[in-house]
């Protein structure tokens, strides 16, 4: 899945030549990413999409599209070179980022986009606060006991904490990919600090 970046507005959005019109006809379609600059939904992010009228001829834009809005998105192409939508908010939980993370997306964002991200994160981790306690804890043991379920789950309800194995899988696809550093938000700035050092001796 290839994210795509800069793809802001109606000028700079990704075009589709061919996409099926009503039964019969075809059209073009283009999307962007669209950032609120005012109002209650200022900084959230959604996904625009706007197809010409095949109708007259595709020389007339029809009236945009707009997803729900998220506290962060990227755009990308995915397995069918169909345009998707990924997003965490500040109201997702610890799985929710980490499902970002493990699909490929957190480690293809630029810098910009990376120091939304973290934004978005400490968010997540005041509003969730317990939810993210439960989950540090979960990585903690899974470092320590390796794939020993067992005894990941016996330390967690001896701590009285929670939890389900779907998260646990999440965990150790994050710790496998050594990429469980990108939900700590004190390794954050240094991380972001790397890839911009990287990026300017390529």
């Given at each position: 899945?290839?994210?795509?970046?800069?793809?802001?507005?109606?000028?700079?959005?990704?075009?589709?030549?061919?996409?099926?019109?009503?039964?019969?006809?075809?059209?073009?379609?283009?999307?962007w990413?669209?950032?609120?600059?005012?109002?209650?939904?200022?900084?959230?992010?959604?996904?625009?999409?706007?197809?010409?009228?095949?109708?007259r001829?595709?020389a007339?834009?029809?009236?945009?599209?707009?997803?729900?809005?998220?506290?962060?998105?990227?755009?990308?192409?995915?397995?069918?070179?169909?345009?998707q939508q990924?997003?965490?908010?500040?109201?997702?939980?610890?799985?929710?980022?980490?499902?970002?993370?493990?699909?490929?997306?957190?480690?293809?964002?630029?810098?910009?986009?990376?120091?939304?991200?973290?934004?978005v994160?400490?968010?997540?981790?005041?509003?969730?606060?317990?939810?993210?306690?439960?989950?540090?804890?979960?990585?903690e043991?899974?470092?320590?006991?390796?794939?020993?379920?067992?005894?990941?789950?016996y330390?967690?309800e001896?701590?009285?904490?929670?939890?389900?194995?779907?998260?646990?899988?999440?965990a150790?696809?994050?710790?496998?990919?050594?990429?469980?550093?990108?939900?700590?938000v004190?390794k954050?700035?240094?991380?972001?600090?790397?890839?911009?050092?990287?990026?300017?001796?390529?």
């Amino acid at each position: 899945m290839q994210v795509l970046h800069g793809r802001t507005s109606p000028e700079t959005a990704y075009l589709v030549d061919d996409y099926p019109y009503s039964f019969h006809l075809r059209c073009k379609i283009r999307y962007w990413l669209e950032t609120a600059m005012k109002g209650a939904k200022s900084c959230q992010m959604r996904l625009m999409s706007q197809t010409t009228d095949a109708r007259r001829d595709n020389a007339v834009w029809n009236k945009p599209k707009g997803s729900t809005y998220n506290d962060f998105a990227v755009m990308y192409l995915d397995e069918n070179n169909h345009i998707q939508q990924a997003c965490v908010s500040c109201n997702a939980g610890p799985e929710d980022f980490a499902r970002f993370v493990n699909d490929g997306f957190y480690a293809q964002l630029d810098e910009n986009e990376l120091k939304r991200f973290r934004v978005v994160l400490v968010g997540s981790r005041v509003l969730s606060s317990e939810s993210w306690k439960r989950w540090d804890t979960l990585v903690e043991l899974i470092v320590l006991h390796g794939d020993n379920r067992t005894a990941v789950f016996y330390t967690m309800e001896q701590a009285g904490l929670h939890c389900w194995e779907r998260e646990c899988e999440a965990a150790e696809k994050l710790i496998a990919a050594k990429q469980f550093d990108a939900l700590q938000v004190r390794k954050q700035q240094s991380r972001e600090s790397n890839r911009v050092e990287n990026s300017a001796t390529v």
